[in-house]
């Protein structure tokens, strides 16, 4: 929200030195976030005054039109005769009255004017535009002549030639630019800004929305509301007798321009100015364009309509409408239509008679935030007018609203107003919260005493009644105001929070990193140090990710917990998987010319439960008890951690030093190897097939837990599938498995090597063994064979071939004994070999390569 300075002094009056800056500070000190003061004018120094032309005289023999223009400007140039001005726009004609800077004045951007020769002829100064002094967009046209977008400004004819034109415009001026927050939507209003800055200085409000409104009768527009939820209040007013030729006056226009918006016609700038004054969004309809009676409804599954900004749109069930007898005219909040749009002024050249919209229909209605909300997130049409129905518009501010934007509408377009008030209005209560009067005191932990508290509430708009029990009537701008800690913060708000006392806690001692913590420290240090870089993704996914994986319809993993208001429609749920964000990672660096990757992440996925569960509210004046946080995270869905590598391109690089390699789906499985080492967990590998995975290079991860062997993930080479449907490189790798299953499998605390000082003994052995067996299940054959003079085992090469015949393969193991007390003898080692061998020949029948 921008808020000029000099219209903010009409609410309040503020003290006459106070600054822009001053302003800020008191905003920010109230909660409210106030980004920049904008000083417009900056640098701008006279002379710079009103000029009428005088003549024209059009320049030829230059590539493109330029005009030699005489000018009066009164006796600002100090001699009162005509300037000689050099002027390449033709967007004004003679008689015009125009904005002229003359020699000696600075403009903006420190560009100073002096005379200069310039297509054969002196220049003395400049005709303007709006860019050129830095007021943006200037919109429709303030007169019959031009003075349109990009064009020169010319100004209406009352204005006498040498008036200081930096007055006339408004041209210094400082403006306030305030993010507002989703629960401070009053605060999208010169209104709800003048409020907080009233009471910021302890002074009166000038409220705008303190009208004399007369009271509804029966000959009003029509109106009829089919949904009285999605519409609880609809005021229509008449005005008719509009001049077509009415324009926007400076001072309005100058106005809009410093809040942010356009001006384009007056019907339109008197309702986008008293929106911006008061808050209320509201649209005025050409009466003569619209059949029969106003209605509100919901629209009708694919009917079709097209909104002001020419987009034919296919409308929703969920989408509120207004509508008259031949189908909607306006998409309720958001958008009015094309074919009840305020028609543009048009001169007949023949007889010079101006046509245009005479009548029009304004509407202050008050709808539902939520549909609202969902209406332009699902056409992706967001409109001042939504922004501000979205956070919550003041229902009772309408038929002010309504009131002033007839009010302007006589008085600037001439134009007279029926006597008709029509206000459908479906009946509510006000909003009443019981408060504790030192309530605000134990969420804040000072003593502000229950006068205080009193007083700030009725600040903000609040009725107060009680004594040690407060009643609280919430005022109707308010409707972010539902509970007792809203009112609360109300008062520590406006008490100041730099007025907190700041204690830190005593933390006790003995107390740090959890094991799980240390952890996954450990394991992203493994993983860095092994050359992948961490690549952290938002937790969102679309489902149709799911099926882009190849999975089942059937897993659970496609059981997700969706969100009531997602940041993008287009992935509403929170990942069950840390692939699909990793994955994208990839592909996005891919697509931007690095090629060689080897990324990781780890994080919480969300698994859903057979029923959702009930998120109760904690309190916050005490701890909540055992009972209450269970129930809490008893609604919760499953949060396990899981830890994820993606690869592709190059793993080794290639240089004078050798050949590289590609990325391949052994180091996917060999960064679970990593995983399961930090954790000291063993890891059982052996070959599966899942998902995403290629089912001949897929890698099922186990681990056994309390006895029990349970999958914790898989690793390998990405179908080809799964990567053309994600538009990933060739031979992409992945792994995933979960971190909380691999801890508790895990020893505990990592055990240092013991170093031993008597020598290792290496026996090495071929075996072969048919090509279905697994080389995990010889390994642990071998392992459990050898016993515990068995320091290491390593798989060091793989042969299939005709020597060994068909659909056989050979597997050579190093073997490395130690003893912990003694040098192992030639025999020992042997026969720790041997018992080994026939364990492995017992289970998998391997037999000795050569025997």
């Not at 998409?331 to 008679?353: F, K």
């Not at 740090?512 to 240090?525: A, P």
């Not at 538009?727 to 992409?732: M, N």
């Not at 042969?799 to 193991?813: D, M, N, T, V």
Request: contains cysteine.
């Amino acid at each position: 929200m921008r808020v000029p300075l000099s219209w903010l002094r009409e609410y309040v009056d503020l003290p006459a030195g106070e600054t822009g800056r001053d302003v800020q500070a008191k905003l920010v000190d109230a909660g409210l976030e106030v980004e920049r003061v904008e000083q417009l004018g900056a640098g701008l120094k006279g002379p710079l005054v009103v000029g009428q032309v005088l003549t024209i005289e059009e320049l030829e023999g230059f590539k493109k039109p330029i005009r030699f223009c005489t000018v009066d400007v009164g006796a600002a140039n100090g001699t009162g005769e005509p300037q000689e001005i050099v002027c390449g726009a033709r967007n004004f004609s003679v008689g015009d009255k125009v904005v002229v800077v003359l020699p000696g004045a600075v403009l903006p951007g420190d560009f100073a004017i002096a005379a200069r020769q310039t297509y054969g002829r002196t220049s003395h100064g400049m005709i303007c535009s709006g860019d050129e002094l830095g007021m943006g967009d200037w919109g429709s046209p303030l007169t019959e002549s031009g003075g349109g977008s990009g064009g020169i400004i010319v100004l209406p004819r009352e204005y006498e030639p040498g008036t200081d034109a930096i007055e006339v415009l408004e041209l210094v001026d400082e403006v306030l630019d305030i993010a507002v927050t989703p629960d401070r939507g009053y605060c999208l209003s010169m209104r709800g800004v003048a409020r907080e800055t009233a009471t910021a200085y302890g002074l009166p409000l000038r409220d705008p929305a303190l009208l004399d409104v007369p009271a509804p009768n029966s000959y009003g527009y029509p109106v009829k509301i089919s949904d009285p939820q999605g519409c609880d209040l609809f005021t229509a007013r008449t005005v008719t007798g509009l001049e077509p030729e009415a324009r926007s006056p400076m001072w309005l226009r100058r106005r809009l321009q410093k809040a942010g918006m356009r001006p384009i016609s007056l019907a339109v700038d008197v309702t986008n100015y008293v929106m911006l004054e008061l808050g209320q969004p509201l649209h005025a309809y050409d009466r003569t364009r619209i059949a029969g009676a106003i209605g509100v409804r919901r629209a009708e599954q694919g009917e079709k309509f097209t909104t002001l900004d020419g987009t034919k749109r296919v409308l929703d069930a969920g989408d509120l409408v207004i509508t008259d007898d031949r189908g909607p005219i306006g998409l309720a909040g958001v958008m009015g239509g094309a074919n009840t749009e305020i028609a543009d002024s048009v001169t007949d050249p023949e007889t010079g008679q101006i046509y245009g919209t005479t009548e029009v229909v304004i509407e202050a209605a008050h709808f539902d935030a939520l549909s609202i909300s969902r209406t332009a997130r699902r056409h992706k049409l967001s409109s001042e007018a939504s922004k501000r129905f979205e956070r919550g518009v003041d229902p009772q501010a309408a038929a002010a609203a309504a009131q002033r934007t007839v009010d302007l509408l006589v008085l600037l377009a001439g134009g007279t107003a029926e006597a008709g008030v029509t206000a459908v209005v479906a009946p509510s209560a006000p909003r009443t919260i019981a408060m504790r009067a030192d309530h605000p005191d134990r969420v804040a932990g000072v003593d502000y005493g229950r006068e205080t508290v009193v007083r700030r509430l009725q600040e903000v708009g609040c009725d107060v009644y009680g004594q040690d029990e407060l009643v609280v009537t919430v005022p109707s701008w308010r409707p972010d105001l539902n509970e007792p800690n809203d009112l609360a913060e109300e008062v520590i708000r406006l008490e100041g929070y730099s007025n907190l006392p700041s204690t830190l806690p005593t933390p006790p001692s003995g107390r740090g990193l959890t094991e799980r913590q240390r952890l996954h420290r450990r394991i992203g240090r493994a993983l860095a140090g092994a050359g992948y870089v961490e690549a952290l993704n938002y937790p969102f996914i679309g489902e149709q990710v799911f099926d882009q994986l190849n999975i089942r319809a059937d897993d659970t993993c496609r059981r997700v917990v969706k969100l009531v208001n997602p940041l993008s429609d287009e992935e509403p749920a929170l990942r069950t998987a840390l692939l699909p964000g990793l994955l994208g990672a990839l592909r996005r660096n891919d697509s931007r010319g690095s090629h060689d990757l080897a990324l990781f992440e780890t994080g919480l996925v969300f698994r859903a439960g057979e029923e959702a569960g009930v998120a109760v509210r904690l309190p916050v004046d005490r701890r909540p008890t055992d009972e209450e946080i269970a129930t809490l995270d008893a609604a919760l869905p499953e949060q396990p951690r899981h830890a994820a590598v993606v690869l592709a391109g190059a793993r080794e690089q290639a240089g004078w030093w050798g050949n590289g390699r590609p990325a391949e789906w052994a180091d996917a499985v060999e960064a679970a190897r990593t995983l399961a080492r930090e954790a000291s967990a063993e890891l059982i590998v052996r070959q599966g097939q899942y998902g995403p995975w290629h089912p001949g290079r897929c890698a099922e991860l186990a681990v056994v837990i309390d006895g029990e062997e349970q999958r914790v993930g898989f690793a390998g080479e990405l179908h080809p599938r799964v990567v053309k449907a994600l538009s990933l490189p060739a031979r992409t790798s992945a792994m995933e498995l979960d971190l909380d299953r691999l801890e508790r499998a895990g020893a505990g605390v990592v055990q240092a090597p013991r170093i031993s000082t008597f020598p290792v003994a290496t026996q090495d052995v071929a075996l072969v063994v048919s090509g279905d067996v697994p080389a995990a299940d010889v390994e642990a054959a071998l392992r459990e064979g050898a016993g515990e003079l068995l320091e290491s085992l390593r798989l060091f090469d793989v042969f299939a071939g005709e020597q060994i015949g068909a659909g056989r393969k050979s597997l050579a193991y190093a073997l490395r004994f130690r003893a912990a007390d003694r040098t192992l003898t030639v025999e020992e080692a042997s026969a720790a070999r041997d018992a080994a061998v026939a364990l492995a020949a017992e289970r998998t029948g391997a037999a000795l390569r050569g025997a």
